[in-house]
Each structure stands twice: as structure tokens, then as C-alpha cells.
């Protein structure tokens, strides 16, 4: 399994781009990376998966370089209600299913 | 569509006391999750299960069973509590993964509270 590193917390203000890196160095050839948002109380929310270079949906932006051992949350314009912890997660397409969560990144939005 | 629902969303137990959760699915989905997550924590993997009828050890399976006997139906035992599984317990399914451009993504349940005194 891919372990992965992020920060375990960022401060930013309402308004501002949000950028969530997440290191991944042995990540195998037939493994995504997928990220997560999870709020207090609350399940995990899936936000967004990628293989390379770039993929944008309605929520946020991934960003992935050739060598893949890293990728870049982005969160356009946050919101108070960005407030959550942010997990990467590496999944791999064939053998191990069981998928490991790391402490994730808390992510705090101020006024 | 209700997704992942679980059951009971809160409980408290005595210690060496019984009880089993219970997380259904209305997606068709093959796999299923169970998961801990304590304050200040990210998610433990408790056990999962690739289709009916099996299941697999997590990262911390002890003192806990589970089992699978129908497809959208995952159950988590536990036997005798104790304090130190006082925690908030997530359930997740998933598609089966393959290749191709499949969701690879987990729907999670709210959650179950529960807690051992």
C-alpha cells in the first residue's frame, strides 16, 4: 500500500485559494489517487480521483505531475463551510482492497 | 436513494456487554468497510468484505467479528466490550475494482457513537 504524507493542518481566509499537498513516493503504476472531506460528526465525502496531469469537477481541482509521487488538492475560493479535514488516499486497481486513511489534513477557514 | 444507513446512530454499552451494528447499502455495491475513527483521528480499518459471503481483517480486527451473508448487508460484532472500543464507527461501500475508468470512491454511513463504560 501507498503510504501518503500531508500537512496535519492549514489556516486560511475566506476567499482564498487552497492548496493541499500530499506526498505519495511509492505509488505503483495501477494506483489513483483520491481525496476526501470529511466534517465533524460526519461520514468521509469523496470529492475527486485522478491518474494524471489534471481532472476539475464542481468541487475542486487535482493536480498530479509526471512522476505522480505527489499530488495538489486545489479548492477554489473557500468558503467557512470548507472547514473539514481533507484526506489523500492512494487506491490501487488490482490486489490489496482495503485502504488505509491517514490522520488528513485540517483545513481551518477564518472570516 | 439512501446510500449507506447504519444502525443505531448512538449507544452506550456496559463493559463485557454484546451488541451488533448494522450497515446496509441500496447501491449494488460489491464491497463493503468497516471502519473506527477516534477524537483527533483519521479512519482505522477494522474489517472489510469483497462480496457476500466473505470478509477480511483490517488493521485492528481484534475483538471484533463480522459478516456478510447478504450483498447489501454488513454486520459488525461486537462480543464482549470494552472501554477501549468506545469510539465512532463508519461503514463504506464501494464498486468492485477493476480496471478501467470505474468510481473507485467509497459512499460512507453517518456514523454509530458508541460508548463503553
Known amino acids: 500500500l501507498a503510504k501518503t504524507t500531508q500537512p496535519i493542518s492549514m489556516d486560511s481566509y475566506e476567499g482564498q485559494e487552497v492548496n493541499i499537498t500530499c506526498s505519495h513516493n511509492?505509488?505503483?503504476?495501477?494506483?489513483?489517487i483520491t481525496w476526501y472531506q470529511q466534517f465533524p460528526s460526519q461520514g468521509p465525502r469523496f470529492i475527486i480521483q485522478g491518474y494524471k496531469t489534471k481532472v476539475t469537477n464542481e468541487v475542486a481541482s487535482l493536480f498530479i505531475p509526471a512522476d505522480r509521487k505527489s499530488s495538489t488538492l486545489s479548492l477554489p475560493r473557500v468558503s467557512l463551510s470548507d472547514t473539514a479535514v481533507y484526506y489523500c488516499?492512494?487506491?490501487?486497481?488490482?490486489?490489496?482492497?482495503?485502504?488505509?486513511f491517514g490522520t488528513g489534513t485540517r483545513l481551518k477557514v477564518l472570516a | 436513494n439512501a446510500g449507506v444507513t447504519q444502525t443505531p446512530k448512538f449507544r452506550v454499552l456496559k463493559t463485557g456487554q454484546s451488541m451488533t451494528l448494522l450497515c446496509a447499502q441500496d447501491m449494488n455495491h460489491e464491497y463493503m468497510y468497516w471502519y473506527r475513527q477516534d477524537p483527533g483521528m483519521g479512519l482505522r480499518l477494522i474489517h472489510y468484505?469483497?462480496?457476500?459471503?466473505?470478509?477480511a481483517k483490517g488493521e485492528v480486527p481484534d475483538g471484533y467479528n463480522v459478516s456478510r451473508l447478504k450483498k447489501q448487508n454488513f454486520l459488525l460484532g461486537l462480543e464482549s466490550a470494552a472501554p477501549s472500543q468506545t469510539s465512532v464507527y463508519f461503514c463504506?461501500?464501494?464498486?468492485?475494482?477493476?480496471?478501467?475508468?470505474?468510481?473507485?470512491?467509497?459512499?460512507f454511513g453517518s456514523g454509530t457513537r458508541l460508548t463503553v463504560v
Open positions: 488516499l492512494v487506491v490501487t486497481t488490482s490486489g490489496t482492497y482495503k485502504y488505509i
Open positions: 511509492n505509488i505503483a503504476t495501477n494506483d489513483y
Open positions: 468484505s469483497v462480496g457476500e459471503g466473505t470478509t
Open positions: 463504506a461501500s464501494s464498486y468492485s475494482i477493476g480496471t478501467g475508468e470505474e468510481y473507485y470512491g467509497y459512499t
